[in-house]
């Protein structure tokens, strides 16, 4: 399986941008899909997860969606009323285990699947 990120782009602050991640040779009915971003110089941090229920990082929540696709093999995320802090390049990341805990699913090295990036720039 292989997961492929788009929909980045630059924009300005409060803008909204659609992220998608479709996964080519399989699909995820279950198990946990997830999405993670890292800014120059900081480390990957977790930013939304589908998984049993979902989960998001204090700093997007209520701003951001995460959804899954009807075929199950791309995971969206929505991100509105964007700050320059949320500039980094995004990951969507995936796994057959259903995470439900926060040592779960915010680790990006437990996703057995992991895509490339799409950029996210937002200006002030």
């Known amino acids: 399986v292989q997961l492929q990120a788009s929909g980045g782009g630059l924009v300005q602050a409060g803008d909204s941008l659609r992220l998608s991640c479709a996964a080519s040779?399989?699909?995820?009915?279950?198990?946990?899909m997830g999405w993670f971003r890292q800014a120059p110089g900081k480390d990957r941090e977790f930013v939304a997860a589908?998984?049993?229920?979902?989960y998001y990082a204090d700093s997007v929540k209520g701003r951001f969606t995460i959804s899954r696709g009807n075929a199950k093999n791309t995971v969206y995320l929505q991100m509105n009323s964007l700050k320059p802090e949320d500039t980094a390049v995004y990951y969507c990341?995936?796994?057959?285990?259903?995470?439900?805990?926060?040592?779960?699913?915010?680790?990006?090295?437990?996703?057995?699947?992991r895509g490339q990036g799409t950029q996210v720039t937002v200006s002030s």
């Open positions: 990341a995936a796994d057959d285990r259903t995470f439900s805990t926060r040592s779960g699913f915010t680790q990006p090295w437990l996703y057995y699947y």
């Open positions: 040779g399989g699909t995820f009915s279950r198990g946990t």
């Open positions: 589908d998984g049993r229920g979902l």
